[in-house]
């Protein structure tokens, strides 16, 4: 077939030889240049010269749209904006990191790790540690394959995040294909490669972007952290674009694909180097930028000199910086030393002193939290602190404002622990007024006037009240309907106070019970925001196990420890039958954690809100583990295709759940496929199933065609 014919039947102009040289040429040229003015912050062309190179691969891509690859430099902008993120579940799990705020506590940080484990003496030779600024972003997960930006992902909860790919994609310090500009000496990239590092704002682009919120009428961003984290998150990618981001990387492994684990590779990676300091030059080699500080250092002396250098010159850096990441040099001794349930122990954040002001008390307010304690809160004359107003700052106990004698009017200093929780430092004492009083202790609750009390070695002060302190009862199911448990849209405080007002809500089970009618006799409820309501609360019905034991607020039990639960007891009836033993035996849970959940189980009341919880359709189970926990021919010789957003699981967990029952998870629908298992904002591959009479199965339809119970 000549060319002539090609292009008669393929309808447009089919390429010659020298024009895909042409393009390959212009995509290396820019790449290049790319790479020159991202990274290495050493551009060689003028911006015109730049456009003039981008123009003319655009004109010949437009007109040969057959050579437009996802590595092309005219694709970083290009994606439709999308209906809502999805979630993907990461390879390897993404932890975060332990805090040191002061010598001793570094020492002790590095004391431990000698304890635990010499390294041999080849590893002894290395620089011990590697100090890198810590930047203040938003941490993110690259995988590449074949050199090929795959998929990017926000850390989410450690297991799985948010899909930001089309997002990254416009990023410019992210080579959409490496190596970039191969070095002879640099190693081979990986199959599959994952890399790891953190997304900020520029202070220049944070500033530019507030100015245009405030042109155009809109709150500006507290802080160009926030401000990053939400413009990688936008659902137009041309408006991340906009918000002209940069990127940082500092950790790389390969990985292997896998047919059982649910991310689609095996959760043991395999480094690309022997030593940190010698992934960051692989990185940099392969196209990366990477940390313009970092310093190899032997002793915790040689990293506190660096924090100490770092600590005045961070605030003339192009980018937020709130402390130091120290990272154990060697990769086999981070292997070792391996991980809590929440972060490595070889690596440790230092955190700069936060910014600290001062201002005025005008009283000591008391808050009564779910649990019964009573915290005393500074209300204060507001004061700029870190890019927020803040206006109260926790006084934590009674103990705290004991010692600290706060009192009313007095001139205080204030900051944000860990930068984000506003706290009282010291009183001005020079500045008292004369007639201000100590702050007595409470001996009442001062929402429902039951007596105060304190667990035997606490020094917080609770209402005794547990079941009737209006407060209480309030704050716990604000948290259950909060976005880390049952995460029920359109139900916040204020609708919880105007329920238990109304006599509506006792606790969370009366959730599932509202009706239309009752709702609509609440203040400022029209018909179409009752609806609103009760169709998120019959959504929060498929949140699994995890989530409900969140929202209990079992002692001791957070995020975490519900995932360490519900992992290996994924049903609430295996739950309540294990053991204290058997739960304490769970990494990350221990025995005193185990003792409250099993106490918490065992109680009449717990026993009856799980029977009633039952019995109005929550789902109590985590369905991933219930499936997963061995294997089937159930789908054996079905091919599936798995689109738009599914209730509970992630496209990723579902892909993995047909893999390990004997199917065969498929991208595109044709003839030969099996059937399609939709969710929300499915898409044109609902549109392709109906038109070749492809089944359409639910999520519900393909657990039970796996359970052997449906559609098959």
């Known amino acids: 077939m000549d060319l002539a014919q090609q292009q008669s039947l393929l309808g447009s102009p089919v390429a010659g030889e020298a024009i895909q040289q042409q393009v390959t040429a212009l995509r290396a040229q820019l790449a290049e240049h790319n790479h020159r003015y991202y990274v290495l912050d050493a551009p060689t062309l003028t911006d015109a010269e730049y456009d003039a190179l981008y123009r003319e691969l655009v004109t010949i891509e437009t007109q040969y749209p057959s050579l437009v690859t996802a590595d092309s430099p005219t694709q970083r902008v290009g994606d439709e904006p999308r209906e809502g993120l999805t979630s993907v579940r990461h390879p390897v799990r993404m932890m975060s990191l332990s805090n040191v705020f002061n010598k001793e506590e570094l020492d002790a940080w590095a004391q431990r790790l000698l304890d635990a484990e010499m390294p041999p003496s080849d590893e002894a030779a290395t620089p011990r540690f590697v100090a890198e600024l810590k930047l203040d972003g938003l941490a993110v997960s690259l995988i590449y394959e074949n050199g090929l930006l795959t998929r990017a992902a926000t850390r989410g909860n450690g297991k799985q995040g948010e899909d930001i790919t089309a997002n990254v994609r416009t990023i410019g310090s992210i080579p959409l294909k490496i190596p970039v500009t191969p ?332 009706t239309a009618e009752q709702l609509l006799t609440l203040e400022r409820m029209a018909e179409k925001s009752a609806q609103n309501v009760l169709a998120a609360i019959q959504l929060s019905k498929q949140q699994p196990l995890s989530r409900v034991l969140v929202g209990l607020g079992i002692r001791h039990v957070g995020q975490e420890v519900a995932l360490l639960l519900s992992q290996r007891f994924p049903s609430i009836e295996q739950l309540q039958a294990a053991s204290a033993e058997a739960l304490a035996e769970i990494d990350g849970v221990g025995p005193k954690v185990a003792a409250s959940v099993k106490d918490y189980l065992e109680q009449p009341a717990t026993q009856q809100r799980l029977t009633r919880l039952a019995e109005l359709g929550l789902t109590l189970t985590e369905p991933i583990n219930e499936l997963a926990d061995k294997g089937s021919n159930a789908l054996e010789g079905h091919s599936i295709v798995v689109t738009g957003t599914l209730p509970t699981l992630g496209r990723s967990d579902a892909e993995a759940l047909i893999r390990l029952h004997g199917g065969k998870p498929v991208k595109s629908v044709s003839k030969k496929t099996s059937a399609v298992v939709v969710g929300e904002n499915a898409g044109s591959k609902l549109d392709k199933a109906e038109s070749l009479n492809i089944p359409i199965w639910s999520e519900a339809d393909l657990l039970a065609a796996i359970k052997q119970e449906g559609p098959s």
């Not at 500033?207 to 984290?229: C, D, H, M, V, Y």
């Not at 059982?260 to 992934?279: C, E, F, K, L, R």
């Not at 010291?426 to 201000?436: C, F, G, Q, S």
Request: aromatic share 6%; with cysteine; glycine share 6%.
């Open 183 to 514: 070095a002879a000496d640099s190693p081979p990239v990986p199959e599959v490669l994952e890399v790891r590092g953190e997304i900020v704002m520029p202070n220049a682009a944070f500033i530019k972007l507030n100015k245009s919120q405030e042109t155009a009428g809109l709150k500006p961003f507290a802080n160009p952290r926030n401000a990053g984290a939400g413009s990688v998150r936008q659902l137009d990618p041309a408006i991340t674009a906009a918000r002209q981001l940069d990127a940082y990387l500092y950790a790389a492994h390969a990985l292997e694909q896998s047919d059982t684990d649910p991310s689609g590779y095996n959760p043991s990676p395999i480094n690309v180097a022997h030593t940190h300091w010698q992934t960051l030059e692989t990185l940099a080699a392969w196209g990366f930028k990477t940390n313009a500080v970092k310093v190899p250092c032997a002793t915790t002396d040689d990293v506190m000199a660096v924090i100490t250098e770092w600590d005045a010159k961070r605030h003339d850096l192009p980018m937020m910086s709130d402390g130091m990441v120290i990272k154990t040099n060697h990769i086999g001794w981070q292997q070792r030393l391996g991980f809590t349930a929440k972060s490595p122990r070889w690596a440790t954040a230092w955190k700069y002193p936060p910014e600290m002001k001062t201002t005025v008390v005008n009283e000591v307010l008391l808050s009564v939290g779910r649990t019964g304690v009573i915290t005393p809160v500074a209300d204060l004359v507001p004061v700029q602190l870190s890019g927020t107003t803040v206006q109260r700052a926790s006084l934590h106990n009674y103990e705290e404002l004991a010692k600290k004698d706060v009192r009313a009017g007095d001139t205080v200093w204030v900051h944000k622990a860990a930068e984000i929780i506003p706290e009282v430092i010291k009183v001005e004492l020079d500045k008292r007024p004369a007639d201000t009083l100590p702050i007595p202790e409470p001996t009442e609750c001062p929402i429902c006037q039951a007596e105060t009390y304190r667990r035997e070695g606490e020094v917080a002060l609770r209402c005794s009240n547990h079941m009737g302190c209006a407060a209480q009862v309030q704050s716990r199911l604000e948290h259950w309907a909060s976005k880390r448990a049952m995460d029920i849209d359109h139900v916040g405080p204020a609708l919880i106070e105007q329920l238990l007002d109304n006599d509506l809500l006792g606790g969370p089970e009366d959730f599932y019970t509202l």
